[in-house]
């Protein structure tokens, strides 16, 4: 395997590359996958869901779970979340979807409470997770 390979996921890779957005969805290497963030985006209308943080959440999950399967791993891989939020009165909703998603065993995670992303973005969670390949 090589050092390092850039894992495509669509469509997240080829809205990345539409928007010039210099990132790649996912990273593997040294037996190790990084997702980036993955907002709350509809997989086939790749619009922001709509709906309350839970609702949000889950679909961050969904398209995190997307993107390790597509590497190769699964959230039972998941070694630590970190969930950056703009609303920190919306951890317990976040911390039910977790749980739905993350039964035992449960990765580290981390809660970061954000001012925001650029305008335009239309979205207010999004989620990383590093995992064993």
Do not use: H
Not at 6 to 32: H, N, Y
């Amino acid at each position: 395997m090589p050092e390092k390979e850039i894992i495509r996921g669509s469509p997240f890779s080829e809205g990345a590359e539409r928007l010039g957005v210099p990132i790649s969805t996912a990273v593997r290497g040294s037996g190790m996958v990084f997702v980036s963030g993955m907002p709350p985006l509809d997989l086939q209308s790749v619009r922001p869901v709509q709906g309350d943080m839970g609702q949000k959440a889950t679909q961050c999950l969904e398209n995190v779970r997307k993107v390790l399967e597509t590497a190769g791993s699964s959230l039972e891989k998941v070694l630590k979340a970190t969930v950056y939020a703009t609303d920190p009165d919306q951890f317990a909703a976040i911390n039910r979807t977790y749980a739905r998603f993350f039964r035992q065993d449960f990765p580290a995670r981390t809660f970061v409470a954000v001012k925001g992303w650029p305008e335009g973005m239309g979205f207010d969670i999004e989620s990383e997770c590093p995992a064993l390949a």
